[in-house]
């Protein structure tokens, strides 16, 4: 895509200049993770966008055209070698390109280098712009290589985030991504900044926040932005967890037992990392592919069920009680967490697939832990149940449930006990991916069957029959129509039939975990 850029503004005569995340990871010899090249211009940025659009087959979407700021979107056709997905942002300018840079963020992506020297390396050495000398055409007048070297993150001035409060989200991604300190004049910059962030558009929160989510080391990444003063203007709903103890069963409040949730989200998610814990989560190639899937908003499930683990157990400090034996309880935490998710979450235009993921696997954490009875693993019913309950997000919640375990345990972990959780959650996985019988496949017997055949007027106890036959079929107790009647005779023979319930069977599963 340089090189085309390259060929476009040299064409036009145009003075342009590659800056800010693409001219500082080439420095630093890392591939860029970025999906957006910046350009500035010389003359008029709207028309040259226009222009470029058209070239490009990208379509427009300006920015601020009263600064001269435009953006390029090239359509996602899976990330082609013509750069499909990329954005490109177009900044005019008219009074040379270090008073240009002058208005950046940071000094690390206050650099430039000429598109049009770049053109001219490629035709003197004869090869491509990604192999053309590089490091010494680089225009550095505040210092941005020398904090490269420093490894530190330095604001250009004191007005940086009043000038974009959108900013205070960037420094603390850049800093973690690229394992930068930030200057201490920065930090100061930053805390007495933060209440500005309110004044950022929600979408460009969510895309921050779910970068920083995104990269490993989450936890202290969250932590950072609490320290700092910026969480609470992102996820107001969490301050109200800290210092709120749990059963002994928790080392951490449910503060810290939220954060070491992310934390292990990141690690079960991670493969087995030659580690004693991690060799224990069942994962397979598959398993990889799975979570590494786009889901919502450009993001991955590895994203989103980070997410989750961040929100499982918010609603936990408004329901908690005392119970007359002592027993801590938090009754209900768990629907209404899913409602406090999806609130927040659509606040911060999540996308509707992310929400409903989201708040479906707050809703559905305790699920997989209650199908256990008296320590036997669950039944192929309850494991049929379940996946037709929570649905597209079955197996996230399962992993979820092994990052909420050991975001319990912490440095208390039995590792006996956390094997046989673990097998437990491959049984889960391994059972619920291969029933005997899809859910999908046609039914052995219908309404109409059951009515003719027993003679029953039409009423909700005939779903009730066939919700318990189609359980049987999943789990490989039945497999043809007249087992499916016999087994639909002795239900109606032992019990009465006004009380049949789609929800009996599983109700006390989830009462015992509710308590978790």
């Not at 206050?110 to 712009?129: H, I, K, P, T």
């Not at 408004?318 to 899913?338: M, N, V």
């Not at 256990?372 to 037709?388: K, L, V």
Request: proline share 5%; net charge negative.
């Amino acid at each position: 895509m340089i090189d085309r850029l390259a060929s476009f503004f040299a064409a036009r005569n145009l003075d342009a200049y590659l800056v800010g995340g693409v001219v500082r990871d080439r420095l630093l010899s890392r591939s860029s993770e970025e999906r957006d090249i910046d350009i500035a211009v010389t003359g008029d940025a709207v028309a040259v966008a226009q222009e470029l659009a058209v070239e490009l087959g990208g379509s427009l979407a300006p920015l601020s055209v009263p600064r001269g700021m435009m953006r390029v979107v090239l359509a996602n056709r899976g990330g082609d070698e013509h750069g499909a997905g990329l954005t490109i942002d177009l900044t005019g300018f008219s009074e040379g390109i270090e008073r240009d840079l002058a208005r950046r963020d940071f000094s690390v992506n206050a650099m430039a280098v000429s598109l049009f020297a770049l053109q001219q390396a490629q035709d003197d050495n004869d090869a491509s712009l990604d192999s053309a000398p590089f490091g010494d055409r680089v225009i550095d007048p505040y210092g941005g290589r020398a904090d490269l070297m420093r490894k530190t993150l330095r604001a250009l001035s004191p007005d940086v985030f009043r000038d974009d409060p959108g900013r205070l989200l960037r420094a603390v991604r850049l800093a973690g991504k690229l394992g930068l300190r930030m200057e201490p004049d920065t930090v100061r910059q930053l805390v007495a900044d933060a209440h500005l962030l309110p004044r950022v558009a929600p979408d460009r929160v969510r895309e921050e926040f779910l970068r920083i989510l995104a990269s490993d080391g989450a936890r202290g990444r969250i932590q950072t932005l609490d320290w700092l003063g910026l969480l609470e203007h992102i996820v107001p709903e969490l301050m109200a967890s800290k210092g709120v103890e749990q059963p002994r069963m928790h080392y951490w409040d449910v503060w810290g037992h939220s954060l070491h949730t992310v934390e292990a989200a990141e690690g079960v998610t991670g493969g087995h990392q030659n580690s004693p814990v991690f060799s224990c989560v069942p994962w397979t190639p598959e398993s990889e592919a799975y979570f590494a899937e786009t889901v919502s908003d450009g993001h991955t499930r590895r994203t989103v069920l980070k997410l989750a683990a961040l929100f499982h157990d918010i609603a936990k400090p408004q329901t908690k009680t005392l119970e007359p034996d002592g027993r801590t309880r938090f009754f209900g935490h768990s629907e209404q967490g899913a409602v406090i998710a999806e609130e927040r979450l659509r606040y911060l235009r999540l996308s509707s697939r992310g929400v409903s993921m989201v708040s479906r696997m707050v809703e559905h954490h305790l699920r997989p832990a209650g199908m256990s009875n008296d320590g036997e693993w669950p039944t192929g019913r309850a494991i049929h149940r379940y996946f037709r309950d929570v649905g597209d997000v079955a197996l996230d919640t399962l992993y979820l449930c092994m990052a909420d375990y050991l975001g319990a345990k912490g440095p208390e972990l039995s590792h006996p006990e956390w094997l046989n959780h673990a097998r437990m959650i491959s049984h889960v996985l391994h059972t619920g991916s291969s029933e005997p019988v899809s859910i999908a496949a046609p039914r052995l017997v219908n309404g109409h069957d059951l009515m003719s055949h027993f003679g029953l007027p039409p009423g909700p106890h005939i779903g009730a029959l066939l919700a318990t036959v189609e359980e049987a079929r999943s789990a490989g107790e039945i497999e043809t129509q007249e087992q499916a009647l016999e087994l639909a005779a002795v239900m109606l023979k032992n019990r009465d039939i006004s009380g049949l319930d789609i929800h009996d069977d599983y109700r006390d599963d989830d009462s015992r975990a509710s308590s978790v």
